[in-house]
C-alpha cells in the first residue's frame, strides 16, 4: 500500500531533514505515528501525500510513484485516494459547512458530483453531529466543529487511504470518541488503511501498530537514522 525507501527530506532553511531508510503500510493496517514536536511526523503525511518533495529516495503507494508525479497529477492523485484530515483543518472560510465537506468534488474533475455524493455528505455530517451547521460558513464555527467538517470531508471521496494529523485535537471526550469510531469502522469496513498522527497515548491500543518518529528524526550533522522501524508497541491482530 505504501514503501518509502532511501527518503531524504531537508527544508530549504532551518536545520531540519529527514532520512527514512525504509518503511512500508500494508493495505487495511492503521497505524498510530508518535514522537516529540519536529521530529518529522507531519512532514511523512505530507511525503505520502505527494504535498512535499524528498530530495531523495522513493514514495510509492498503491503501485504508483508518487514522486515520479508533477505537481498537477500529484494533486489528482492526492484528491483520488487519499483522505486528509490536516492540523489546521484547512477549510475555506468563505464558503458553507456543506461546501467545504463537498469541495474534492469540485475542485478534482476525476471526481463526479452527485445526488449520492450529496446525500453521503449529509449523513457524514450527521455521524459526527454537525448536520444543523451544514448552512453555516466555516468561520462561524468552533475548532472542533471544524475538526468534524475536516473528518467529514476527508471521508467523502471514500479514500483508500486516510492520514490524519491529531484528528481529535480539538474535540471533548464525547466528540473524541464518536470522531475515533468514525475512523476506525471507516477502515474496517473498507480494508482502508489509516495513518494516523497523534500525542495523545490513551488512543495507541486501537492501533495494529505504532511507529515512534523519534528514530526517524536527524539534525543537520546529526546522526543518520536508524534503519530499522521500531515496533515497540501493538495491539492483538483483529
Known sequence: MIRL???YFRYREGEFSLRIPDLAVERGETVAVIGPSGSGKTTLLHLVAG???PLAGRVVMNDVEVTQLGDGARRDFRISNIGLVFQEFELLEYLSVLDNILLPYRINPSLRLDPIVRDRAVDLAHLV???DKLGRLANQLSHGEKQRVAVCRALLP?????MADEPTGNL???NKGRVLDILFEYAEKNNTTMLTVTHDHDLLSRFDRVIDFKDFHELAGGDTASPEL????AKEAR
Not at 158 to 162: A, D, G
Not at 230 to 233: A, G, I, K, T, V
Open 172 to 174: 471533548d471526550p464525547t
Open 158 to 162: 471514500e479514500p483508500s487511504l486516510l
Open 5 to 7: 525507501s532511501n527518503l
Open 51 to 53: 504535498i512535499a518533495v
Open 230 to 233: 521500531p515496533l515497540d508497541h
Open 129 to 131: 453531529d454537525i448536520k
